[in-house]
């Protein structure tokens, strides 16, 4: 299971760090994703990384600006966001597959593959 959190209000400008725990498993040869839905609008693949890759995907909208990590001893993957807009509202998802196949802008952009999901947690950039 996945239990992702730290959303929040934050005005423009400001930073949030989303966490996405695991339970039952540890993230070795593990693909994660991090999606968004924003209100009225299709969800979209923000930041993937494969389990071997050492490339990670980035939304362009998001580029410079977030920034996967992860800590082992805790088992939890991390999306840091830096200069928040207000056109980053959503609502933002983790997500993984146990895999050591394709890229992580394969699973930004084909989330079907991703096998367990978080149960979201909203951001919301206002002043």
């Known amino acids: 299971q996945l239990q992702a959190s730290g959303g929040g209000l934050v005005q423009p400008g400001g930073s949030l760090r989303l966490s996405c725990a695991a339970s039952?498993?540890?993230?070795?040869?593990?693909?994660i994703g991090w999606f968004r839905q924003a209100p009225g609008k299709q969800r979209e693949g923000v930041s993937c990384?494969?389990?071997?890759?050492?490339?990670?995907y980035y939304a362009d909208s998001v580029k410079g600006r977030f920034t996967i990590s992860r800590d082992k001893a805790k088992n939890t993957v991390y999306l840091q966001t830096n200069s928040l807009k207000p056109e980053d509202t959503a609502v933002y998802y983790c997500?993984?597959?146990?895999?050591?196949?394709?890229?992580?802008?394969?699973?930004?952009?084909?989330?079907?593959?991703?096998?367990?999901w978080g149960q979201g947690t909203l951001v919301t950039v206002s002043s």
């Open positions: 997500a993984a597959v146990r895999t050591t196949l394709y890229s992580g802008s394969y699973y930004c952009h084909n989330e079907w593959a991703l096998e367990v």
């Open positions: 990384r494969s389990s071997t890759d050492r490339i990670t």
């Open positions: 039952g498993f540890t993230w070795d040869n593990y693909a």
